[in-house]
């Protein structure tokens, strides 16, 4: 992304349009996600667009970025700008991340390789989900056929089996992640009755349990469960709905799917991950000795209280990501903005901020950035992207969004992102 991205983005899409051609991308996020539901199952849109109860925490998310709103300046030089960061010993072209965004075989088939793919293309990292629909190994394998040494991170849930926390650090370790983001606020799931209302899980259906079915110490797990069946547990009752589930977990277990139709593996598998995938009883003393589990860079993800963020940086973390989990887990919590501010405040430079939930607009970025984050990551608007055109969609909305940052940049005076602050901010009154 050289300087003059946008208008280069920009143009490029009206070059296009002499000759009558349409993106096929909505550049805004309002037609982006209508489009998106029409191209996603119920399943999926429930699975991804969804939020906890209500929707309030989305809602919220929504209403603390409206709050600030941006000050132009004018007269100002703005002809060369960078929107460039340096992130954990790595320069990044634009301070943007592609969050982790659990099921997405829901979306596509193949999906995190496609939105790794995606990723490397344009240079930003993309955050692997712990819940992905491809094992890590074969999506950083991916990525690399994009661009050798393709930034990438792993989002870690931490399991009630501490072999399989080990052996998950190590692979990433192995894949070259720039860091681990220990995902914090969902030791369980929240209410979401989008799901809830379709009986949807989508892990029940062996879809999003890739990063396990492909873990040795996982495997030795599963394979336990089956050479020791629990003798009081119950078969599932012949039904229409009891075979779909389990020609979908067929396909999604590795190996070939008719096999894993009589294979007693698959099924296991799902039963063994819905007792194990996490942990509610994790603490500040796990954090404080995972340093010594791991050589990567350790990001917490879900903090909201500044409180927390004290602990967080006293405890040496290398970084934070303000989340909400997109309003998904805590209805009627505290907008990711808002609480950005005051973990900002409260951290006081001592570690890399970042911030999720509720960003969808280059627009959005900015006030981030100007609030005191280091960088943004990006969520839905991605995966409505996969969407609509894959791999090439995913890579689509990323270049909208770093585009109309660059523009939001020059047009408001500022020619470096590493210089935004409150000073480019007005807090509106409402």
């Not at 995606?118 to 950083?140: C, F, K, R």
């Not at 039963?271 to 194990?276: C, G, K």
């Not at 903005?337 to 973990?343: E, K, S, Y």
């Not at 969004?401 to 408001?412: P, R």
Request: aromatic content about 6%; overall charge neutral; hydrophobic content about 45%.
């Amino acid at each position: 992304m050289d300087q003059g991205w946008g208008r280069e983005r920009q143009n490029a899409i009206y070059r296009a349009g002499i000759a009558d051609a349409r993106p096929t991308v909505p550049t805004d996020f309002g037609e982006l996600e209508r489009r998106a539901r029409q191209a996603m199952s119920p399943k999926a849109w429930a699975y991804i667009a969804g939020g906890a109860g209500e929707g309030a925490t989305m809602r919220a998310n929504r209403r603390a970025l409206d709050r600030w709103a941006i000050v132009p300046r004018v007269l100002r030089d703005t002809s060369q700008r960078s929107l460039s960061i340096e992130l954990f010993g790595q320069t990044l072209p634009a301070p943007l991340l592609l969050s982790p965004v659990g099921a997405g075989g829901l979306v596509a088939r193949n999906a995190d390789i496609a939105i790794g793919k995606a990723a490397a293309s344009l240079g930003l990292p993309y955050i692997l989900s712990n819940q992905g629909s491809s094992a890590m190994e074969d999506v950083t394998t991916a990525m690399d056929t994009v661009a050798a040494g393709a930034p990438r991170w792993f989002q870690l849930y931490w399991s009630v089996d501490e072999g399989l926390v080990d052996s998950f650090l190590r692979r990433a370790e192995a894949t070259g992640a720039s860091a681990v983001a220990v995902t914090l606020d969902t030791t369980m799931l929240g209410w979401r009755p989008q799901d809830l209302n379709l009986g949807s899980l989508p892990f029940a259906q062996g879809e999003g349990i890739a990063q396990y079915t492909g873990d040795p110490r996982f495997r030795a797990i599963v394979d336990e469960k089956v050479a020791n069946p629990d003798p009081e547990a119950e078969s599932p009752k012949p039904s229409l709905g009891a075979i779909k589930t389990l020609v979908s977990i067929a396909r999604n277990a590795p190996g070939a799917w008719w096999r894993n139709l009589v294979d007693k593996h698959p099924r296991a598998a799902v039963e063994t991950f819905l007792e194990i995938y996490s942990r509610p009883s994790l603490s500040w003393t796990d954090i404080a000795g995972l340093r010594a589990r791991t050589s990567l860079p350790i990001v917490l993800k879900g903090i909201l209280h500044p409180d927390d963020a004290r602990q967080a940086v006293g405890l040496g973390v290398d970084g934070i990501i303000v989340s909400n989990h997109g309003g998904r887990q805590v209805d009627g919590s505290i907008g990711s903005i808002d609480a950005l501010v005051d973990v900002v405040d409260a951290v006081g430079g001592q570690t890399k901020i970042l911030v999720d939930s509720g960003i969808r607009t280059g627009a959005d970025v900015f006030k981030a950035l100007a609030l005191g984050a280091d960088a943004a990551c990006i969520g839905r608007p991605h995966m409505y992207g996969l969407a609509l055109r894959g791999q090439a969609g995913v890579a689509e909305v990323m270049a909208n969004i770093t585009a109309e940052l660059d523009l939001t940049m020059g047009l408001s005076g500022h020619t470096d992102v590493a210089s935004l602050d409150r000073g480019a901010l007005s807090k509106l009154d409402y």
